[in-house]
Nanobody, 130 residues
């Protein structure tokens, strides 16, 4: 079982930046996708960015493309989410997830689009004030 732990959530002003980190207990071929998801009360969890850990290939949801950057440090088994130009609508609990890469489409695209994580972290709160 892969254990994930997020850190870095905070309260920031609109237009500000924040970097989230997620540490994994292990990288596995069966859970080659790692990514970031977010959820606000009363809404479904949304996938926003993933990285195919075997090749370092990123994938972004349209809602964050151009503002957020996902990266990884394979040696540390960590992924990061650099968030720039934060908006009040980015306020949510951010979760790290890992899961399989389904063939077809961009690497780890379905993982984000359909929220197909097998393992989850406990979440970290990001609050953006106007």
């Amino acid at each position: 079982q892969v254990r994930l732990m997020e850190s870095g959530g905070d309260s920031v002003q609109a237009g500000g930046s924040l970097t989230l980190s997620c540490a994994a207990s292990e990288y596995t071929r069966e859970s080659a996708c790692m990514g970031w998801f977010r959820q606000v009360p009363g809404k479904e969890r949304e996938g926003i960015a993933s990285i195919y850990t075997l090749g370092g290939i990123p994938y972004y949801a349209r809602s964050v493309e151009g503002r957020f950057t996902i990266s990884q440090d394979r040696a540390k088994k960590q992924i990061y989410l650099q968030m720039n130009g934060l908006r009040p609508e980015d306020t949510a609990i951010y979760y790290c997830g890992s899961g399989p890469n389904q063939l077809g489409g961009p690497p780890c695209g379905r993982f984000i689009d359909v929220v197909e994580a097998d393992y989850w972290g406990q979440g970290t709160q990001v609050t953006v004030s106007s």
